[in-house]
C-alpha cells in the first residue's frame, strides 16, 4: 500500500509550526478528531473510560484480595503501575518491584497479578508480553497492561498476549483528545470482577428508557458494566475518528514507519554524542553525559523542537505525521546547542 504521507501530516495542522517529537506526552490531534460526529461503537469485551488509572482502579478495587497477595511490577514502571499500595494496605497486600533480569524468578506462589506497561514511558523498553502472557496464564497469574505508551504507534494482539485487562488513555499515540480512553476486559476476568462504582447505566436494560428497571441492577456480561453512569461521548468521537485514520493508513503500516523514523532519530542521537538504548520502540531515551536534559529539553523548545526529559533521558517520540524534516530539525538544533 502506498501512503501519501504529505496528506497524512496535513491533518495535523500544528506540524505547520512546530517540529513535535513528544508523541510521548501528547499526541497530536487530526483535524477529523476535532470535527467528528459518529455513532457510538460499542464491543462486549470493551467499556469506555477516561483514564488508564481507572482502569486499573476497577481492577485492583473488584478482586477478592487476602493478606500476603504480591502484585508484581518492573523497577522504573510509570506510577500508576507502582500506587497499589495506596488502596490495598490495609488488606496486606504487598507491592514488589524488580529489574527485567529477575522478573521471571519474581513471580512466586503468592503473586495475584502482573501490572506492566506496553513500553516504558522513561526507557523505552518493551517486554515480551506474548511470552509474559503464556508464562502468567500456566500460573494462574493475572496480567496488568498499560498500552497508553504505545497502541496508535504499535500492534497489539489480545488474543495472542491475552492479557486479563489491557487499558489505554488515547492522548498520546491514539491522537484522540485527552479523556479518551478504553480497556479491554477479558471474558473470564469479567465473570468474577465487581465493578466498584454503580449507575443507571449499569443494568443489562439500560436503554429500556421508556421503563427504567428500579431495585438492585442485574449487570450485564459485557465490559459495559464497568461504566456506570454516561461517558464523555465527545471525545469517544473524536476517537473514533482517530482510530478510522489509524485503519485507513494500516497498523502495520504506522507501525513500521514509526519503528523506522526511531531508528532514524537514534542515528541522529548517537552522533551527537548520546547514549541510546537499542530497543524496537517508538520513544527514544537518549543521556548525555555531563548535560543536564531537562535543561536541554527546555533549550530545544525555545527552537520550536519539543521532545521531553524523563528521569535523566531526553526523550524523543516521532509519530507517523512526523517526517524527515523534523529530524533535520532536530539535528540542527542539537548541532547549535551541544
Known amino acids: 500500500m502506498s501512503v501519501n504521507w504529505e496528506r497524512v501530516r496535513a491533518e495535523f495542522p500544528a506540524l505547520e509550526n512546530w517540529t513535535f517529537l513528544n508523541t510521548a506526552t501528547f499526541g497530536q490531534l487530526p483535524r477529523r478528531g476535532t470535527e467528528a460526529v459518529a455513532a457510538h461503537f460499542e464491543a ?14 476497577i481492577l485492583l478495587g473488584g478482586l477478592d484480595w487476602r493478606e500476603g497477595d504480591r502484585i508484581l511490577t518492573l523497577e522504573h514502571e510509570f506510577p500508576n503501575n507502582l500506587y497499589a499500595p495506596a488502596l490495598l494496605d490495609r488488606l496486606g497486600v504487598r507491592m514488589v518491584e524488580c529489574a527485567w533480569e529477575r522478573f521471571y524468578e519474581s513471580v512466586d506462589e503468592r503473586t495475584r497479578l502482573v501490572c506492566l506497561s506496553s513500553v516504558n514511558y522513561n526507557t523505552g ?3 515480551p508480553l506474548n511470552e509474559i502472557g503464556i508464562f502468567l496464564r500456566e500460573r494462574g497469574v493475572l496480567l496488568y497492561v498499560d498500552g497508553t505508551q504505545s497502541l496508535g504507534a504499535l500492534q497489539f494482539d489480545t488474543r495472542r498476549v491475552q492479557p486479563d485487562m489491557f487499558a489505554v488513555h488515547a492522548y498520546k499515540w491514539m491522537i484522540s483528545p485527552n479523556g479518551a480512553g478504553f480497556m479491554y476486559v477479558r471474558p473470564e476476568l469479567r465473570a468474577r470482577l465487581r465493578p466498584n462504582v454503580l449507575g443507571w447505566r449499569s443494568h443489562r436494560d439500560w436503554r429500556n428508557v421508556d421503563n427504567l428497571h ?23 468521537y473524536a476517537l473514533e475518528a482517530a482510530l478510522d485514520l489509524i485503519l485507513e493508513i494500516g497498523a502495520g503500516v504506522i507501525e513500521q514507519r514509526v519503528l523506522d523514523l526511531a531508528a ?7 552522533v551527537r554524542g548520546a547514549r ?33 526529559a524523563r528521569r535523566g533521558n531526553l526523550r524523543v517520540s ?11 530539525a532536530l539535528a540542527d538544533a542539537l548541532d547549535e546547542l551541544l
Open 44 to 57: 462486549d469485551d470493551i467499556a469506555f473510560i477516561s483514564n488508564a488509572s481507572t482502569a486499573l482502579g
Open 125 to 127: 523498553f518493551a517486554a
Open 214 to 236: 428500579h431495585g438492585v441492577p442485574e449487570l450485564p456480561d459485557s465490559a459495559e458494566k464497568y461504566e456506570g453512569g454516561s461517558v464523555t461521548f465527545a471525545v469517544i
Open 264 to 270: 532514524r532519530t537514534r542515528e541522529v542521537l548517537c
Open 276 to 308: 541510546v538504548d537499542l530497543c524496537g520502540s517508538p520513544v527514544v531515551a537518549a543521556r548525555f553525559e555531563g548535560r543536564d536534559v531537562s535543561q536541554l529539553a527546555r533549550a530545544l523548545t525555545s527552537k520550536r523542537v519539543l521532545v521531553a
Open 318 to 328: 516521532p509519530h507517523f505525521y512526523n517526517d524527515e524534516r523534523d529530524l533535520q
